[in-house]
């Protein structure tokens, strides 16, 4: 009899994409996964470790599990700290580091044996946790920066990108299945393929390039949704936002600026300041003016002055970007940053942080008022409460972080389609609308008729 495991995921896409594969090896050996504590024989918590807050969950996410199930096998980057595990939670089973998908296995092994059915397919398909309608596409592990606030480096390893090819066959798969969107991630996305010096590999019967720009002119043949994160602002991003012109990806840059200030970014071992990164936007819309661009800025960081914050308000007053993520400075443990002299106090990280936020919803309302009476494209990702509402995102917006439409239907639009919305009104993060047509979708990959995503 197969063995059941229980699985909990916790942090970013890129860990949400470990678990998909630690999942899809485990059903490929027969075992099953279930929703409760109490069905499973064994649970695996993957954890987020790049945080205060993020440690902190993770080790309430093991706790329960063993209190609900006693047998618990943690993974993910806090695993890279097994000192931290062991000493809150002693009774776990095994501690394993992120990517350590064999040491997973073999540990669910040690608790109950496989059992593979003769009835499992050889290759069995892979599993994804996300909707059917998108999914992340991984294409390199790790990073070769070294920001002082961070310890990634240290949890994941320097940079190692996939093969072209090998990525190129899965975005078929995922496209060939019902996959409408891919969303490239990586810990640097702009610097894939530079550990491979770029190597081609062979891809339905051509060599093709380990380089974004050449990796990317391969996805948007798919005929899927491309959207890119985690892109680093290097010179040949504009290859790349000159593709979007184009529409041959969608216009959306999620750029993790973190600061504007040229003092507080060396502290952090950042490029740019406020001059680099305006002219760097500037050029990119004016290749592409209809580019949306997401970012994300640490406020509070050791040294931060009023006149180091005030630069970065000034910064997203002239930039006038997108969507904005904000975060208050937390140290990590083993980051560098720690050691550097002038913490702020928390109640002034949290009072630059609102004033952040209050500056870029004003942004975001004028950019949102200024789409009504626009016609969008529309992904639907969910139902509304109310009857023949549908919630979903333009090609402007990424899932869970970014903005959402609510869209009044006749009933028959279903989660994953695209449909055309006439925007009505306007909220400072959020747009309503009423359908107005649908969008033909039309992979060119071949479907594979009756297969489906686990």
């Not at 509402?389 to 009933?411: F, L, M």
């Amino acid at each position: 009899m197969a063995g059941k495991v229980g699985f909990v995921s916790l942090g970013c896409p890129k860990a949400l994409v470990d678990s998909e594969q630690i999942i899809s090896r485990l059903r490929a050996e027969g075992y099953e996964t279930v929703p409760t504590y109490q069905e499973a024989d064994v649970v695996v918590v993957n954890t987020c470790g790049f945080i205060t807050p993020a440690v902190e969950e993770s080790l309430s996410a093991i706790g329960e599990a063993l209190a609900e199930n006693g047998r618990v096998i943690v993974t993910g980057c806090l695993g890279a700290r097994p000192e931290v595990i062991r000493q809150a939670h002693p009774q776990v089973l095994e501690v394993t580091g992120p990517g350590e998908i064999e040491r997973v296995i073999a540990a669910v092994h040690q608790v109950v044996p496989p059992d593979p059915s003769p009835y499992t397919a050889l290759v069995p398909p892979q599993v994804k946790l996300t909707p059917r309608h998108y999914a992340y596409l991984k294409i390199a592990e790790g990073c070769n920066h070294r920001c002082s606030f961070c310890i990634i480096p240290k949890l994941r390893g320097s940079q190692r990108s996939r093969e072209a090819a090998e990525i190129l066959a899965e975005a078929a798969r995922l496209v060939a299945t019902g996959t409408k969107e891919l969303l490239v991630i990586a810990q640097d996305t702009s610097a894939y393929g530079v550990d491979l010096r770029h190597r081609p590999s062979v891809y339905a019967g051509r060599p093709v390039r380990a380089h974004l720009v050449d990796l990317v002119q391969e996805l948007s043949q798919f005929g899927a949704w491309l959207r890119l994160h985690y892109v680093y602002p290097y010179p040949h991003v504009r290859e790349l936002v000159a593709l979007m012109a184009e529409g041959r990806l969608l216009p959306y840059l999620d750029v993790p600026l973190q600061h504007a200030s040229p003092r507080i970014l060396k502290a952090m071992r950042r490029p740019g300041g406020v001059e680099d990164h305006l002219r760097t936007i500037a050029e990119w819309r004016a290749i592409a003016p209809d580019l949306a661009i997401r970012s994300s800025f640490i406020v509070g960081f050791p040294g931060e002055t009023e006149e180091d914050f005030s630069l970065l308000l000034d910064f997203l007053r002239e930039a006038r970007l997108d969507r904005v993520g904000c975060f208050t400075y937390s140290e990590v443990e083993g980051a560098e940053a720690n050691a550097l002299p002038g913490a702020v106090p928390e109640e002034v990280k949290e009072e630059r942080r609102g004033r952040l936020m209050a500056l870029q919803q004003r942004i975001s309302l004028e950019k949102n008022r200024a789409r009504v009476g626009q016609t969008l494209e529309v992904i639907v990702d969910d139902y509304g409460e109310l009857p023949g509402q549908v919630v979903g995102r333009t090609r402007y917006d990424a899932p869970g972080i970014d903005n959402q439409v609510y869209v009044e239907t006749d009933g028959t639009a279903k989660i994953g389609d695209i449909i055309r919305v006439q925007v009505t009104r306007a909220g400072a993060y959020d747009l309503f609308g009423q359908m107005v047509g649908r969008v033909p979708w039309k992979p060119a990959v071949p479907m594979i008729v009756g297969a489906s995503r686990v």
